[in-house]
C-alpha cells in the first residue's frame, strides 16, 4: 500500500469554524488529491497540486482552499464550514509519470453540525 | 472533458454467480481507464487499469476488464464471486498526460449466500 496518511480521520465541527484537513504521503509523488466522496455523485475533485507550491482547482473547490509547502504534505482548508461540506474527504497521489494512476488514503469523515 | 456513466446503482448477485459491472466513458481520444474498490469505511484500492495494448485487462482478486472501443465500455468481470467481494466498484477515466481522473458514480455489490 502507498505511504498516504490522513488527519484526522474524524471531525465533527459547527457551521462557521475553520476546518483544515492534512494528507500526508512518504512516496515523494509529485501529485497529490483532495476529493470529496458523497453518496450518488461519486469522487469529485476539489483541488489537486503538481508540485510545492502549483496548485489548482477541481469541479467542486468553492469554499475550499488549499496549500503545499512540503512536497510530502498537502492540506485542504474550509475557511468557514458549512453543513453542505459534510462528507468523507480523500485524499490521492499520483507520480505524475504519465499513467495517472492515484493511490487513495483511508479517508476522514466530517461532519458540519 | 472526459465523463464515466456506470448504469447499475447497486447489483445483487449470489456467491460463485459470475459478475459483470458495466462503464461506459466519453473521451475524444484513447484513455486510460481504471477500475477500483472500497470495501465500507477504507479507500480506493486499484484492481486494474488499461493505458494501450491488449484490450482484456487482469487485475488483482481474478478480476478482469475489457476494453472495447466500439462501445465506448470498460466493464468489469470476475467468473466467479465471493461474499468477499461485497464491496462499492468506481470504473475512473484520464486524458494522457493530463494528470486527472473523473470517477463515475459507482456500483455497488451485494453478494446473497
Known amino acids: 500500500d502507498a505511504g498516504i496518511t490522513q488527519s484526522p480521520r474524524h471531525k465533527v465541527t459547527e457551521t462557521g469554524t475553520p476546518v483544515t484537513l492534512r494528507c500526508h504521503q512518504t512516496e515523494n509523488h509529485r501529485y497529490m488529491y483532495w476529493y470529496r466522496q458523497d453518496p450518488g455523485h461519486g469522487l469529485r475533485l476539489i483541488h489537486y497540486s503538481y508540485g510545492v507550491k502549483d496548485t489548482d482547482k477541481g469541479e467542486v473547490s468553492d469554499g475550499y482552499s488549499v496549500s503545499r509547502s512540503k512536497t510530502e504534505d498537502f492540506l485542504l482548508t474550509l475557511e468557514s464550514a458549512t453543513s453542505s461540506q459534510t462528507s468523507v474527504y480523500f485524499c490521492?497521489?499520483?507520480?505524475?509519470?504519465?499513467?495517472?494512476?492515484?493511490?487513495f488514503g483511508p479517508g476522514t469523515r466530517l461532519t458540519v453540525l | 472533458a472526459q465523463s464515466v456513466t456506470q448504469p447499475d446503482i447497486h447489483i445483487t448477485v449470489s456467491e460463485g454467480a459470475s459478475l459483470e459491472l458495466r462503464c461506459n466513458y466519453s473521451?475524444?481520444?484513447?484513455?486510460?481507464l481504471f477500475w477500483y474498490v472500497q470495501s465500507p469505511g477504507q479507500g480506493l484500492q486499484l484492481l486494474l487499469k488499461?493505458?494501450?495494448?491488449?484490450?482484456l485487462v487482469q487485475g488483482i482478486k481474478g478480476f478482469e476488464a475489457e476494453f472495447k472501443r466500439s462501445q465506448s465500455s470498460f466493464n468489469l468481470r470476475k467468473p466467479s464471486v465471493h461474499w468477499s467481494d461485497a464491496a462499492e466498484y468506481f470504473c475512473a477515466v484520464g486524458a494522457r498526460g493530463y494528470q486527472k481522473v473523473t470517477f463515475g458514480t459507482g456500483t455497488k455489490l451485494q453478494v446473497i449466500p
Open positions: 473521451y475524444g481520444a484513447t484513455p486510460y
Open positions: 488499461y493505458f494501450s495494448g491488449d484490450t
Open positions: 490521492a497521489i499520483s507520480e505524475g509519470q504519465d499513467t495517472d494512476t492515484q493511490y
